[in-house]
């Protein structure tokens, strides 16, 4: 059973949509790492957050340490957006990071 | 991007044959980590660096060995391949590791994909 969690597997939406991508886990985490897999097969890192919140152009990233939840939120999404998106947590006791299945996103123009 | 090339980016062996996996990085980061990637499962850890000769296990490293002579080379190795190491390996770096109070980000290699028959 995968320590970390995401919703939806899977997600289709109309350019322009506002998308909620969502992480849960189940103990108390040092980090949470959101990151981008291109259909090429390309990893590229857009977030590590330990607390709050943070925002890097249409991306916003939150994190509620209290509820063990995180969410991925595009404003305004382009069809370049369509990608896996895959939440990664290190644990508070374990030195490592382990990772959530993904999201598939796949914007329709 | 991270300057990080993994070698060969795809392969496909015979079951038994040995195979080794190579991942160069022009970043001079100390730490380097395997990853395997196979549907239904997240990236898994498989082993990771934190410096030359310095290497530790993750949690799939049975059947894989890795080794670290230059700061810039992380090999993996299969020394019998099995169908069950069929996967797609990725390579990552970062600078102060995934311990208790780093911040750092880790940088991904392009990826292998490997096929073992």
């Known amino acids: 059973k995968n320590e970390v969690e995401q919703s939806p597997q899977n997600l289709t939406a109309q350019e322009g949509e506002f998308i909620t991508i969502n992480c849960s886990y189940s103990?108390?985490?040092?980090?949470l790492h959101w990151l981008q897999q291109h259909p090429g097969g390309g990893i590229v890192s857009l977030f590590m957050?330990?607390?709050g919140k943070k925002k890097h152009g249409r991306l916003i990233a939150t994190i509620n340490i209290q509820e063990k939840h995180s969410s991925l939120h595009i404003t305004a999404s382009h069809p370049r957006d369509s990608a896996v998106y895959i939440c990664?947590?290190?644990?508070?006791?374990?030195?490592?990071?382990?990772f959530g299945t993904g999201t598939s996103l796949t914007v329709i123009p | 991007d991270a300057g990080i090339t993994q070698s060969p980016r795809h392969k496909v062996t015979e079951t038994g044959t040995p195979v080794t996996l190579r991942c160069h990085q022009t970043?001079?980061?100390?730490?380097m980590y395997w990853y395997r990637q196979d549907p239904g499962h997240g990236l898994r850890l498989i082993h990771y660096?934190?410096?030359?000769?310095?290497?530790d296990k993750g949690e799939v490293s049975d059947g894989y060995s890795v080794s670290r002579s230059k700061t810039e080379d992380f090999l993996l190795t299969l020394e019998s391949a099995t169908s069950s190491q069929t996967s797609v390996y990725f390579c990552?770096?970062?600078?102060?590791?995934?311990?208790?109070?780093?911040?750092?980000?880790?940088?991904f290699g392009p990826g292998t994909r490997l096929t073992v028959l």
């Open positions: 990552a770096i970062s600078s102060t590791g995934t311990s208790f109070s780093s911040t750092d980000t880790q940088y």
């Open positions: 103990v108390g985490i040092s980090a």
């Open positions: 957050l330990s607390s």
């Open positions: 990664a947590v290190r644990y508070s006791t374990r030195n490592q990071f382990y």
């Open positions: 970043e001079n980061h100390r730490y």
């Open positions: 660096s934190y410096g030359v000769k310095d290497t």
